[in-house]
Each structure stands twice: as structure tokens, then as C-alpha cells.
């Protein structure tokens, strides 16, 4: 056996439809199998809690090893991970091809599935997993002002701890009264006709997302600003759902399989048109170039689709190599310190935003890869919050380190819990987009 893998990582399909993925018996062999792994290699200790939460259970146990372990414990390993994949994708010498065949996030995901087919997640998990309804009904008028001013209000806070179990401290996201898909027209095309090159189009439907379409819909309109300036006509995918990374993240397959059937009809219409896709955020984007490829292996329109969708700096920078980007800039960023957001990083096409924001004269990107410890709901519960912010500290000195001019993250969440580890009232993320958009002026 080798000790280690020095060959690019190769994540296999995820056998979620086998009856043997849920049988707990199988489930608990694996989980011995690969935490005494992970107990002899320790790489992965500064990742998140889930490695520390493991170490400390074979440390305090009779025998020093996994196998004094009590079983009933292994979930608590489980219920720190947010699947990341940073483990799997970044540090890990076990995963596939080696023969180990350690694939820790889907392992992870494997027991998360299981915890939800037995019933045993929260009520509170599955409520603000529901993004559609959820963020639907936040977001209009009245509703949206109320829940403004109830995310503000420190008493309403300490009852929402007590009763949904979220942390009374966690940075809410901001709810906008009417959805942008509702008050922007579908079409924003440029004068000139698009010039397609090897990997796109020239043509851009942007899916929007529950993020983008309800909380900081100012990111997609720079966007569409931003693909306008460089030539790409635009299109606004208007009634696509959530991407489903959510209920991933919760282990409810089977409604992430049902979003996915419903966005996928409407991402083929929009590529049969002549349209690549772009989501403004980073999750997202990993759901349908990943995820669910990984879940759908051989489902032929799933990888067509994953052909066709793109992070928007891989984008600019695949348009920028057939000298098709603008870079025309108008004004210097200064210094940035720039987060790179993990789902963003295990998607192995490089630093595009990094290498974009070079491109703006007199400007100095210092770029984190680090976790800003958000990692979906994990930073808004009342158990993991302290956990979240002891994870985001790096960032956070990193990004005081830096004295920059501007900072933000791919991930607009990630951004908000940097400025609220700050604690400075006038510290506002950016996102990279519009600090594009800033540098164009336009």
C-alpha cells in the first residue's frame, strides 16, 4: 500500500439510491473505517470541527484508538461538517485513486442522508433549509420591512434563540421587498451581436438564485452591468428554483433530486438557445458542476448542463484568454483582501477572480483560503455559531492584516460574517463583482 496519493483527486459517484447507502449497519463500518483513517493522518485538524470533535473522541477514549470509540458518538462528527469538501478536494492523500478510497464529505453526506431518513433532524434544519417558501414569503412588501426590523431588534433576537434556536448574534441576511426577478425585465441584450469563443458564447443566462433574487440583488445587477460592458448579451432565468445545496447540506436527497428536475428543463431551454449559464454564487454554481453530477451520473442532460454553467470570473477569464474582455478600467481598486470561498476553491479551475481583479491598474489583491466559518445555516445556529466564529478568526486577522481598501468574498455570506467578526459598524464587504463594476465605472 502506498502511504500516500500525489495524483489529482478523482470524487466518485455518489451511490445514494442503493438501499446499502442507508443501511446502518454498512454506514457504521464505513465510519470506523475511515475516522482510524483519519485518526492516524490528522492532516485535516484546521479544516473545521468535525476533525477536532473526532481527535478529542479517540484522545478521551479507554484505548487511545477509534475502536474505543463509543458508536453512539460517531454522528457528533457528523453533525460539524458542512460540506465544505475542502478536505476531500484540498488536503486529503486517501481519496480516489488511491485505494483507501476515502472520500470524507460523502461519507459525511452518506450519514446525513441516513439521519434524515430516520427523522432525526430538527424541525428548525428543515425549516430554514426551505428557501424557496421561506425567502418567498420574506420577500415581499411589508413582510420583508417586518423581518428587517425583527433581524435589528436585540429582545426579538433573544426569543428567536430561545424558540428557533438561532443564535441571537448571527448576521441576518438583508430581505429585499420585491424579488429582483420580479422588477427586472428578462432580457438585456448589448448593441453589438455576440461573439462566441472555444468555451462560450457570448450569450449568458444568469440563474439568479434564492441569495441573489431576494437578499443582495444589487450583486446580480452588477453582473449583468458587468457581462453588458464586456459584449455578452443577457438573459435572467426568471422561474428557476433553489439549486438545492441547502437540503444537501441537511441530507434530504430526494428534494434535492426533485429541484434539480425542476431547474434542469429550464437551464436546457436557455442552453438550446445559444445560452451559458452563470450564478453569482458559489454554491450554486458547485451543484450543478459537481454535486449533482456526482449524484446523476448518468443522467446525459445533468452533464450537459454542467458543460454549460460557469462561476462568473471563470467566465470573464476564459473570455479575457480569446481577447474578448474589456479591461478598460476606469479607476484602481487599491488594496483588496480577497476571501476565496471554499465552494468556489473546490471546484478546480483556479484563482479566475484573483486573476481578474489583477487585471484593474494599481491594485493589490491579497487573497484568503481560508473558511469564513459560515458554511450555510452552521454560522446561524445557536450550537455551532462560537464554532463559526472561531473558524472565520484567520479571516478575519488576515483581512485586518491586509489594511485594505476593500474586502469581500465570492460568497456573499462568507463576506457578511467577515465584517461581523470585525465588530466595526462601518466594515462593508464587497463583492467582487461590484468591485469590477466600480473599477469600470460604470
Not at 439510491?17 to 485518526?39: A, G, P
Not at 490528522?42 to 470533535?53: E, G, I, K, Q
Not at 474505543?68 to 480516489?96: S, W
Not at 454553467?309 to 487599491?334: C, V
Request: glycine share 4%; proline share 6%.
Amino acid at each position: 500500500m502506498r502511504e500516500g496519493s500525489l495524483e489529482a483527486p478523482d470524487r466518485q459517484p455518489l451511490d445514494w439510491q442503493n438501499d446499502e447507502f442507508y443501511d446502518k449497519e454498512s454506514l457504521y463500518d464505513e465510519l470506523e473505517r475511515v475516522y482510524d483513517i483519519c485518526h492516524g493522518c490528522r492532516r485535516c485538524v484546521s479544516l473545521c470541527d468535525s476533525f477536532p470533535t473526532l481527535f478529542d473522541l479517540v484522545d478521551e477514549s479507554d484505548t487511545f484508538e477509534v475502536d474505543g470509540v463509543d458508536k453512539n458518538d460517531y454522528m457528533k462528527v457528523v453533525d460539524q461538517c458542512f460540506l465544505c469538501d475542502l478536505c476531500a478536494e484540498t488536503k486529503c492523500p486517501y481519496l480516489p485513486p488511491h485505494e483507501w478510497a476515502v472520500d470524507f464529505p460523502h461519507l459525511m453526506l452518506r450519514a446525513k442522508a441516513y439521519k434524515f431518513r430516520e427523522q432525526d433532524t430538527r424541525w428548525r434544519d428543515r425549516l430554514i433549509t426551505s428557501t424557496d417558501p421561506i425567502f418567498d414569503t420574506l420577500s415581499t412588501p411589508g413582510v420583508a420591512q417586518l423581518a428587517n426590523a425583527a433581524a435589528g431588534s436585540k429582545s426579538l433576537r433573544n426569543l428567536g434563540e430561545k424558540m428557533l434556536g438561532l443564535h441571537a448574534e448571527a448576521p441576518l441576511p438583508h430581505f429585499e421587498a420585491k424579488a429582483l426577478t420580479k422588477r427586472l425585465p428578462a432580457q438585456h441584450d448589448t448593441p453589438d451581436a455576440p461573439v462566441a469563443c472555444e468555451r462560450t458564447t457570448g450569450k449568458v443566462a444568469i440563474y439568479v438564485t434564492c441569495y441573489g433574487d431576494h437578499n443582495e440583488p444589487q450583486v446580480v445587477e452588477d453582473l449583468i452591468a458587468i457581462l453588458k460592458h464586456n459584449g455578452v448579451s443577457v438573459h435572467i432565468l426568471q422561474d428557476a428554483k433553489c439549486c438545492g445545496m441547502p437540503k444537501l447540506e441537511l441530507g434530504d436527497l430526494p428534494k434535492v433530486a426533485s429541484l434539480k428536475d425542476a431547474n434542469i428543463t429550464t437551464f436546457l431551454k436557455a442552453i438550446d438557445d445559444g445560452y451559458d449559464i452563470i450564478a453569482p454564487i458559489p454554491s450554486c454554481v458547485l451543484m450543478y458542476k459537481q454535486e449533482l453530477p456526482l449524484m446523476f451520473p448518468d443522467d446525459a442532460d445533468v452533464a450537459r448542463v454542467k458543460a454549460h454553467f460557469f462561476d462568473p470570473f471563470e467566465y470573464l477569464m476564459l473570455r479575457h484568454k480569446a481577447q474578448l474582455a474589456n479591461t478598460e478600467f476606469k479607476q484602481s481598486l487599491g488594496k483588496v483582501a480577497y476571501h476565496v470561498a471554499c465552494h468556489q476553491r473546490v471546484q478546480n479551475f483556479g484563482m479566475k477572480t484573483k486573476d481578474f481583479l489583477n487585471l484593474i491598474p494599481d491594485t493589490e489583491v491579497s487573497a484568503i483560503e481560508r473558511c469564513s466559518g459560515h458554511d450555510g445555516t452552521y454560522a446561524l445556529k445557536a450550537e455551532t455559531y462560537e464554532k463559526a466564529m472561531k473558524i472565520a478568526r484567520p479571516v478575519v486577522r488576515r483581512v485586518k492584516e491586509a489594511e485594505a481598501d476593500t474586502f469581500g468574498s465570492d460568497c456573499p455570506m462568507a463576506g457578511r460574517l467577515i465584517a461581523h467578526g470585525l465588530d466595526d459598524a462601518n466594515a462593508e464587504p464587497q463583492h467582487p463583482i461590484s468591485m469590477v463594476r466600480k473599477a469600470y465605472a460604470i
